[in-house]
């Protein structure tokens, strides 16, 4: 199937489609174009980055901002939501099955339930490592 573009379109495709090039029958413009790959149903992108340790360097300013109200409810959702992960999935699910609901706890559960409880540092931490070995495959 080919499709007439013009600047500013956008074309969405499953990617596991078979895809070729085409033939480009514009004769003043070059093909140009921007393939973003998203890589899940969550349309997030490839790139990664450090949320354990984002959670870790974090962890202590929030702890003492919520113990001495100087954070609302609603903003530390906030950052919570901004740092920590919100997917419980990919995840193994031999080594960390669903518990009291139909997902694992994601990170984001998890560093609530540690501000929550107050967790010392090195708590969080374990937690962390131990929730991301529990997702490897």
């Given at each position: 199937?080919?499709?007439p573009?013009?600047?500013g379109d956008a074309l969405f495709f499953n990617p596991a489609l078979f895809h070729a090039a085409g033939a480009n029958r514009t004769l003043d413009v070059q093909r140009m174009v921007n393939l973003l790959q998203v890589s899940s149903a969550y349309g997030r992108a490839m790139?990664?980055?450090n949320r354990i340790r984002m959670c870790e360097a974090v962890f202590p300013v929030?702890?003492?901002c919520k113990a001495s109200g100087r954070?609302?409810?609603a903003d530390l959702d906030t950052v919570i939501a901004s740092m920590a992960e919100g997917h419980a999935f990919p995840t193994n699910l031999d080594r960390d099955p669903p518990t009291g609901g139909l997902a694992p706890a994601s990170q984001q559960a998890l560093l609530r339930r540690a501000l929550d409880e107050a967790w010392p540092q090195?708590?969080?931490r374990d937690a962390l490592q131990h929730q991301a070995w529990k997702r490897m495959s």
């Amino acid at each position: 199937m080919q499709l007439p573009l013009s600047k500013g379109d956008a074309l969405f495709f499953n990617p596991a489609l078979f895809h070729a090039a085409g033939a480009n029958r514009t004769l003043d413009v070059q093909r140009m174009v921007n393939l973003l790959q998203v890589s899940s149903a969550y349309g997030r992108a490839m790139e990664t980055v450090n949320r354990i340790r984002m959670c870790e360097a974090v962890f202590p300013v929030l702890l003492e901002c919520k113990a001495s109200g100087r954070i609302s409810a609603a903003d530390l959702d906030t950052v919570i939501a901004s740092m920590a992960e919100g997917h419980a999935f990919p995840t193994n699910l031999d080594r960390d099955p669903p518990t009291g609901g139909l997902a694992p706890a994601s990170q984001q559960a998890l560093l609530r339930r540690a501000l929550d409880e107050a967790w010392p540092q090195a708590a969080l931490r374990d937690a962390l490592q131990h929730q991301a070995w529990k997702r490897m495959s």
